[in-house]
């Protein structure tokens, strides 16, 4: 169940260009969120964290580590 005003990728944004993967990441005015990156859906770690200012504009989350893994999957969590 995804919580209403959840932080969200916009999967129309998901792009691979020049070996980065990169997305927007759509979110209400003062959340806080990171990105967990897994390789395996088991075991997850943060790799960014970003503060929304505003909801007019999505954050546009690039994973400069894209080429050192096979597979890599996303998820967002709030950060309380």
Known sequence: VIPPNAPTI???SIT???GLMSFDVLGSAGQQIAVM????????????????????S????TDTDTALYVR????????P
Do not use: K, N
Request: charged share 15%; no cysteine.
């Open 58 to 61: 999505p954050w546009q989350f």
């Open 16 to 18: 691979i260009s020049g």
């Open 10 to 12: 916009d999967s129309d």
């Open 37 to 56: 990156a897994s390789e395996d859906l088991t075991v997850w770690e943060q790799i960014a964290t970003h503060t929304f200012t505003s909801v007019s």
């Open 72 to 79: 890599r999957f996303y998820q967002l969590q709030l950060i």
